[in-house]
């Protein structure tokens, strides 16, 4: 079965670092997400991504965060200049079309000392 | 910003008996409504959904329930069974937003015993 794939699981990294955080959706999937739990708070909705362009963003979603699809395949979420709040689990997600169940990667785990 | 909750932290089920999960909203906008099974270290993984034009979807040993005017979701899970010892997210979305983003709850943690 199709699945959504993630890497790194896990990220340390300094604070005022870049990371980049990749994802493989399902292949004939057409919307991407990326949302992000903090220990012990709720999935929260950062930012979708249909047809090359980021159609919506949240208010966590500021100039220090960016998404591309370089590819077919890939999907990127960049962190600038990482912070210490910026510390949680990102997950990606995937759907073929809008308001069609969304499926989620494993996760990867940033710990931003 | 708490359009939709889950108010119960965790819940404890006999083996075999029925386990509730319940999720409320504020937001009337929302007409579609999914649960997803999230276990540690992984990703929510998607149970069973309900659109708002329905009260009542089943699949297996799972049925979610729709209530609109009490703006209040379940899922009954029957018989349960050790396995199903997860984290439970109530998540919701609306037709009208241009990217079907999900409204998730805090989750209930529902631990099965044998």
């Known amino acids: 079965e199709p699945e959504v794939t993630q890497t790194p699981s896990h990220q340390v990294t300094q604070m005022g670092q870049e990371v980049i955080l990749r994802c493989v959706p399902i292949?004939?999937?057409?919307?991407f997400y990326w949302y992000r739990q903090i220990l012990g708070q709720k999935v929260e909705f950062l930012v979708s991504?249909?047809?090359?362009?980021?159609?919506?963003k949240s208010e966590i979603f500021d100039d220090q965060f960016s998404v591309e699809r370089p590819d077919g395949s890939n999907f990127t979420l960049k962190i600038r200049s990482t912070k210490l709040e910026d510390s949680a689990m990102y997950f990606c997600?995937?759907?073929?079309?809008?308001?069609?169940?969304?499926?989620f990667g494993p996760g990867t785990r940033l710990l931003v000392l | 910003d708490q359009q939709v909750k889950q108010n119960s932290p965790s819940l404890s089920v006999q083996e075999g008996r029925i386990s509730i999960l319940n999720c409320d909203y504020t937001?009337?906008?929302?007409?579609?409504f999914l649960w997803y099974k999230k276990y540690p270290a992984e990703g929510p993984t998607f149970l069973i959904s309900?659109?708002?034009?329905?009260d009542k979807n089943e699949d297996g040993r799972f049925t979610v329930f729709l209530n609109k005017s009490a703006k209040h979701l379940s899922l009954h899970i029957v018989p349960s069974q050790p396995g199903d010892s997860a984290v439970y997210f109530c998540?919701?979305?609306?037709?009208?937003?241009?990217?079907?983003?999900?409204?998730f709850g805090q989750g209930t943690t529902l631990q099965v015993k044998p």
């Open positions: 997600a995937s759907t073929p079309a809008h308001q069609e169940t969304q499926y």
């Open positions: 292949s004939n999937h057409l919307y």
């Open positions: 991504f249909y047809n090359n362009e980021i159609s919506e």
């Open positions: 937001n009337s906008m929302f007409d579609y």
């Open positions: 309900i659109s708002s034009i329905k």
């Open positions: 998540a919701a979305s609306w037709r009208s937003s241009n990217t079907g983003k999900l409204i």
